[in-house]
């Protein structure tokens, strides 16, 4: 077991030093959550669109998870804790009728947000670092640098259902992604259609 450390002089050998806090950005609480997601949207490509207008079914496929995007912001009323929110990109390969015998493959992308509040620590120093880029002293850089770092470590999920819906009908969730990362984007051979509520 170690010896506990308080910050002050520290005999080394022969000559004094001095010992220091380390700062490990850290979010100190953990969540592991098995969700279980109903009723994600579909974004298909622009060729995926086409089969499905005349699709008679479709059925479950695959989903790899491409990205997660992490935005960490703390509780106003409850010093020490931060909101995590989570958005996760989806590869998504479906399987669907069009009155051949074999089914034929459509890509697109889901999306999933989800948030959590975990404990982060109670500092409130600043911290400058080596990776804050020089020259820049803005508000809100100085802000950022003091929050913790929140790591997501998440999987690939299995597609267990899926179903055709009429667009042309009211939809109680909403039928258009307003951002799409670059790098997720790219995962795609074709241009993906993020409005499906039509012109």
Not at 34 to 53: G, H, M, N, V, W
Request: some cysteine; charged content about 20%.
């Amino acid at each position: 077991m170690t010896d506990r450390v308080s910050a002050g002089p520290v005999e080394n050998g022969c000559r004094p030093c001095e010992s220091v806090a380390i700062h490990t950005k850290k979010v100190y609480s953990s969540c592991r959550d098995k969700d279980c997601i109903e009723d994600l949207r579909f974004y298909p490509t622009t060729s995926a669109q086409e089969i499905l207008l005349t699709a008679q079914a479709i059925k479950g496929g695959e989903a790899d998870l491409l990205y997660v995007y992490t935005d960490v912001k703390p509780v106003n009323f409850n010093r020490g804790f931060y909101t995590i929110d989570m958005r996760f990109f989806y590869r998504v390969t479906l399987q669907a009728a069009t009155g051949s015998p074999r089914y034929t493959l459509v890509e697109g992308l889901s999306v999933f947000d989800k948030r959590v509040i975990l404990y982060g620590g109670e500092g409130g120093a600043k911290v400058f670092t080596s990776q804050m880029p020089s020259g820049v002293f803005d508000r809100d850089t100085l802000f950022a640098a003091s929050l913790p770092t929140a790591v997501v470590e998440a999987v690939s999920p299995i597609v267990l259902d899926t179903r055709l819906l009429d667009c042309s009908q009211p939809m109680q969730t909403e039928c258009s992604i307003a951002e799409v990362p670059a790098g997720v984007a790219a995962a795609f051979a074709e241009p993906l259609i993020l409005n499906l509520c039509g012109s």
